[in-house]
């Protein structure tokens, strides 16, 4: 295991690592390890400069006892790294990760692991001189509620952190939203949200988080949405960024999220993209049944909204895909191969999208430093 390093100027990262199939879960994952490890030798990165890392799994019913056990995870955990394990499939293999990773001087983390009534929460302090990022994982609902019940109680949850930390809700730029089923379960957790955001002062003017909602599950079936969040300080700037050439604003059809979120720290500007797919500006679907048009569709959108805040998709630090036939893997990556810069790396899932129109959703996030 790699030392920490002392730096004199902060270096940020992050990682995507995929699995290469092999004869079991177990070695596949110890192969995404030995990769991983690699990547931050390279990088001149130390193992305990991770924040945070979400692991996409095929099985997770099975696999995430398996992951909990090896060695590497245990000692992730001991260096205050959150971690999240997702039920959605990696496309073409068994397990990927997406590793965010920050040395700098002065960082300061704290990680909560929270077991009692939260199933594993986790929350991570991040601390950068005067600005604090908080990472909210594996926030889950009670088992024997409804979708909407679920839904309403972790952003119960999360709001009671916002108000134990004096924190903005406003300053709620990020939600990852896994929800299980989703053909059935979407509209359920889309009016739950809504009703939750009115009650508790977010409006269309107000603004909400930037968000992805999205097929995936926890190891609990009975469960029906699993969250992610990320939260700044009440000082941190943060703005919705929007591209309306491409795509109308998201109330319109219903649902209060933003298509991006904009975070301006004293280290560069961060942009939130959340799930994007192929739409106008009218909230139509453009090029349905047509995964290729979909696919340029869909990052033609993410551009416009780069451009809007003079950004480019070379700035893109990742991207995650979401593919609702894992049959078109080999579509899906000739055709993101050739429209996203050789640097951005992605992950690529098959999670079923919220509208079965949709054949692909992306998101991920870029960041400018500051000159």
Same mark, same amino acid.
């Given at each position: 295991?790699?030392?920490?390093?002392?730096?004199?100027?902060?270096?940020?990262?992050?990682?995507?690592?995929?699995?290469?199939?092999?004869?079991?879960?177990?070695?596949?994952?110890?192969?995404?390890?030995?990769?991983?490890?690699?990547?931050?030798?390279?990088?001149?990165?130390?193992?305990?400069?991770?924040?945070?890392?979400?692991?996409?799994?095929?099985?997770?019913?099975?696999?995430?006892?398996?992951?909990?056990?090896?060695?590497?995870?245990?000692?992730?955990?001991?260096?205050?790294?959150?971690?999240?394990?997702?039920?959605?499939?990696?496309?073409?293999?068994?397990?990927?990760?997406?590793?965010?990773?920050?040395?700098?001087?002065?960082?300061?983390?704290?990680?909560?692991?929270?077991?009692?009534?939260?199933?594993?929460?986790?929350?991570?302090?991040?601390?950068?001189?005067?600005?604090?990022?908080?990472?909210?994982?594996?926030?889950?609902?009670?088992?024997?509620?409804?979708?909407?019940?679920?839904?309403?109680?972790?952003?119960?949850? @999360?709001?009671?952190?916002?108000?134990?930390?004096?924190?903005?809700?406003?300053?709620?730029?990020?939600?990852?939203?896994?929800?299980?089923?989703?053909?059935?379960?979407?509209?359920?957790?889309?009016?739950?949200?809504?009703?939750?955001?009115?009650?508790?002062?977010?409006?269309?003017?107000?603004?909400?988080?930037?968000?992805?909602?999205?097929?995936?599950?926890?190891?609990?079936?009975?469960?029906?949405?699993?969250?992610?969040?990320?939260?700044?300080?009440?000082?941190?700037?943060?703005?919705?960024?929007?591209?309306?050439?491409?795509?109308?604003?998201?109330?319109?059809?219903?649902?209060?999220?933003?298509?991006?979120?904009?975070?301006? @720290?004293?280290?560069?500007?961060?942009?939130?993209?959340?799930?994007?797919?192929?739409?106008?500006?009218?909230?139509?679907?453009?090029?349905?049944?047509?995964?290729?048009?979909?696919?340029?569709?869909?990052?033609?959108?993410?551009?416009?909204? @780069?451009?809007?805040?003079?950004?480019?998709?070379?700035?893109?630090?990742?991207?995650?895909?979401?593919?609702?036939?894992?049959?078109?893997?080999?579509?899906?990556?000739?055709?993101?191969?050739?429209?996203?810069?050789?640097?951005?790396?992605?992950?690529?899932?098959?999670?079923?999208?919220?509208?079965?129109?949709?054949?692909?959703?992306?998101?991920?996030?870029?960041?400018?430093?500051?000159?």
């Amino acid at each position: 295991m790699k030392a920490a390093v002392s730096r004199k100027s902060e270096v940020e990262e992050m990682i995507v690592v995929n699995g290469v199939n092999a004869a079991s879960f177990l070695e596949e994952a110890n192969h995404l390890v030995a990769s991983y490890l690699s990547q931050l030798e390279q990088k001149d990165l130390s193992m305990d400069s991770c924040i945070s890392m979400v692991i996409f799994v095929s099985d997770i019913a099975n696999q995430e006892q398996i992951l909990e056990r090896m060695p590497f995870f245990q000692d992730l955990r001991s260096m205050n790294c959150a971690i999240s394990i997702v039920g959605a499939a990696p496309v073409g293999n068994r397990i990927s990760l997406i590793a965010h990773h920050a040395e700098e001087p002065g960082l300061f983390k704290k990680l909560i692991r929270i077991e009692e009534n939260l199933n594993g929460a986790q929350i991570l302090r991040l601390v950068r001189k005067d600005r604090e990022l908080h990472i909210l994982f594996n926030f889950k609902g009670r088992p024997t509620d409804d979708v909407e019940g679920q839904t309403s109680s972790v952003f119960e949850r @999360l709001f009671a952190y916002c108000k134990c930390m004096n924190l903005d809700p406003k300053k709620l730029v990020r939600t990852w939203i896994y929800v299980n089923d989703i053909d059935n379960n979407y509209a359920g957790m889309v009016e739950a949200r809504k009703s939750f955001f009115h009650a508790h002062g977010l409006t269309p003017d107000s603004g909400y988080p930037a968000s992805t909602g999205i097929g995936g599950r926890s190891r609990d079936h009975r469960l029906s949405v699993l969250v992610n969040a990320h939260i700044y300080d009440n000082q941190t700037q943060v703005e919705r960024i929007q591209a309306l050439t491409h795509m109308n604003p998201t109330i319109e059809y219903g649902v209060t999220f933003e298509r991006a979120m904009q975070v301006e @720290l004293d280290q560069g500007r961060y942009v939130y993209i959340s799930g994007t797919a192929s739409i106008d500006n009218e909230g139509c679907i453009v090029c349905e049944l047509d995964l290729e048009g979909q696919v340029n569709r869909t990052v033609e959108n993410i551009a416009a909204l @780069l451009e809007s805040c003079e950004m480019r998709l070379e700035d893109l630090m990742y991207v995650c895909i979401y593919l609702r036939d894992f049959n078109e893997e080999h579509r899906t990556r000739s055709c993101i191969q050739k429209l996203l810069p050789g640097n951005v790396p992605f992950v690529l899932l098959h999670a079923p999208v919220c509208r079965p129109g949709w054949l692909i959703e992306i998101d991920g996030l870029a960041r400018k430093t500051s000159l």
